[in-house]
T-cell receptor
Framework: DGGITQSPKYLFRKEGQNVTLSCEQN?????MYWYRQDPGQGLRLIYY???????QKGDIAEGYSVSREKKESFPLTVTSAQKNPTAFYLC???????????FGPGTRLTVT | DQQVKQNSPSLSVQEGRISILNCDYT??????FLWYKKYPAEGPTFLIS?????DKNEDGRFTVFLNKSAKHLSLHIVPSQPGDSAVYFC??????????FGSGTKLNVKP
């Protein structure tokens, strides 16, 4: 069963702690993306990666970091430098030759 | 500055009638446009897309229209069904494969 998995679905952290969100895909897609969605807003791009060991900042990269050591995996770390980390985080992937992104189910992060 | 805008946060339509969702963009260099459907607490799912070289693409009850001179995109759903109730996002892609999403329109189809 091919798809994108994000775990966990809900995550709670104390302020000042770093937290890593998992994103794994078995679709053999080249590109992977991280988005953030806040209530009443659209999806804002945090980071994206078009090939292994390479990634680019999106529009709101400050306070986040990523790695792309394997094609299947693109973990996102929300650092303590991110001022408003509470949000719904979505991971997506796509083939290099296609425009269609496939999304994971999302992780809702709550920082108190 | 948002490059893709959906100015209607919500839309309510009677079952069986047409739903028209609108999207405007500012960057004339966008290559491709897509519509996604999203239910609460889930990831968006792809609905329909259109290349910048076309002005219409149809898939069953869903048709996307592109007006490049007006930098305007619309999604028509005919006939609308209660199961279509969801948030719809339009997205545009630039030539660096970077995606830009609108803020979404919540469609409510009343039975």
């Amino acid at each position: 069963d091919g798809g994108i998995t994000q775990s966990p679905k809900y995550l709670f952290r104390k302020e000042g702690q770093n937290v890593t969100l998992s994103c794994e895909q078995n679709l053999n897609h080249d590109a992977m993306y991280w988005y953030r969605q806040d209530p009443g807003q659209g999806l804002r791009l945090i980071y994206y990666s078009q090939i292994v060991n390479d990634f680019q900042k999106g529009d709101i990269a400050e306070g986040y970091s990523v790695s792309r050591e394997k094609k299947e995996s693109f973990p996102l770390t929300v650092t303590s430098a991110q001022k408003n980390p509470t949000a719904f985080y979505l991971c997506a992937s796509k083939q290099k030759s296609s425009y269609e992104q496939y999304f994971g189910p999302g992780t809702r992060l709550t920082v108190t | 500055d948002q490059q893709v805008k959906q100015n209607s946060p919500s839309l309510s339509v009677q079952e069986g009638r047409i739903s028209i969702l609108n999207c405007d963009y500012t960057n004339s260099m966008f290559d491709y446009f897509l519509w996604y459907k999203k239910y609460p607490a889930e990831g968006p799912t792809f609905l329909i897309s259109i290349s910048s070289i076309k002005d219409k693409n149809e898939d069953g009850r869903f048709t996307v229209f592109l007006n490049k001179s007006a930098k305007h995109l619309s999604l028509h759903i005919v006939p609308s069904q209660p199961g279509d109730s969801a948030v719809y996002f339009c997205a545009a892609v630039d030539n660096f494969n970077k995606f830009y999403f609108g803020s979404g329109t919540k469609l409510n189809v009343k039975p």
